[in-house]
């Protein structure tokens, strides 16, 4: 249900951060919070931090560069978010009825926050980053009609973008995000079926609170005992505590097996035989600044490498446009 007060939270700036999710807050995650919503004044700013420090000296500069762009524009968009609404009590009792995640994009109807995002993004993002590809989507897109902005958001949505549509999608994915991590951020985690004093082990590879894939799993360091895998999700960044060693696809415990980059011991792939799906886990034990959309995005050599085997993922949501266009093949 919406949080009391959640209207007039809506129209105000995001509220002042309680934690983040940095080094500070470890000690939390390893005492393993089964859900963890985001945190508005950190979420984007952090990752373009991240991107800016992973883009240095790598093979995808110039990539990694355009998207911490876009982030710092999502950060700054997210600040100037007019009010917005979320789903009601009556359509979140409903969709539980089918199973659904509150914020699923298929339960309800989303409402024109989104777009008042994207023209903010459009507007407001760093023009000189972006390679000429990018910038023509951005114009293109400042001079796209709602009705035919809603289609493209339905199609990102569903999952199914085309190769052409590949460079606006990555815009109309930032906007679609800033959207819903702020809807995230003012859930309660009771509509979750978590809160205080309740121990739900969350069992599911789609996000509790919108439905999404995540982007990666993240292992918290666990002292002496092993820490616990939170996975993060691609759409409204919320985390949520996933068992090791099992699929995030199928669920499958059986046949998972591990690949890595040389040199890259915190980070790793785990790759599944039943279903030929694999994921990212990323140990925080050994690198601490790690930011889940950021370090997967830094990573896809990885991707490369499982991918040549035969595995597959639901791509990061900024990829497609990088996948679809040959330039991974650089890396
Ligand atoms: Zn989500
Ligand atoms: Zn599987």
Redesign the pocket.
């Known amino acids: 249900m919406v949080p009391p007060g959640s209207r007039e939270a809506l129209s105000k700036p995001p509220r002042t951060p309680s934690t983040g999710f940095g080094e500070s807050t470890l000690g939390e995650v390893a005492q393993g919070d089964p859900v963890r919503l985001p945190d508005l004044a950190t979420v984007f700013s952090k990752r373009a931090e991240r991107l800016q420090a992973l883009a240095e000296g790598h093979e995808l500069e110039g990539f990694l560069r355009m998207i911490a762009a876009l982030v710092a524009a999502q950060d700054a968009a997210l600040r100037d978010l007019p009010p917005g609404s979320l789903p009601g009590a009556a359509e979140i009792a409903k969709g539980k009825l089918v199973g659904r995640?509150p914020?699923d994009p298929s339960a309800w109807r989303r409402d024109g926050s989104w777009r008042a995002a994207l023209a903010h993004i459009l507007a407001g993002i760093d023009r000189g980053k972006l390679p000429e590809a990018a910038e023509t989507a951005r114009a293109a897109l400042e001079r796209t009609g709602e009705a035919d902005l809603e289609v493209l958001a339905d199609r990102f949505l569903e999952g199914n973008v085309s190769p052409q549509e590949a460079a606006v999608a990555v815009f109309v994915a930032a906007a679609l995000q800033v959207a819903?991590t702020r809807m995230?951020a003012l859930l309660d985690l009771a509509d979750l079926g978590v809160g205080p004093g309740k121990e739900v082990e969350a069992d599911t590879g789609i996000?509790p609170?919108?439905?999404?894939p995540p982007v990666a799993g993240m292992i918290a360091p666990g002292g002496t005992k092993f820490g616990h895998r939170h996975l993060h999700?691609s759409?409204?960044?919320?985390s949520w505590r996933y068992v090791r060693v099992r699929c995030v696809h199928c669920g499958s415990t059986d046949k998972i097996s591990f690949r890595n980059l040389a040199g890259t011991s915190f980070l790793r792939a785990e790759c599944c035989e039943a279903c030929l799906g694999y994921s990212k886990v990323f140990y925080l034990e050994s690198a601490k600044a790690l930011e889940p959309l950021a370090d997967d995005l830094g990573s896809l050599g990885l991707d490369l490498l499982v991918g040549e085997e035969g595995f597959a993922r639901v791509p990061n949501p900024f990829v497609l446009g990088v996948m679809t266009t040959g330039e991974a093949e650089s890396l």
Request: proline share 0%; glycine share 8%.
């Open positions: 995640a914020l819903w995230a996000c609170a919108c439905g999404s999700c759409l409204c960044a919320t």
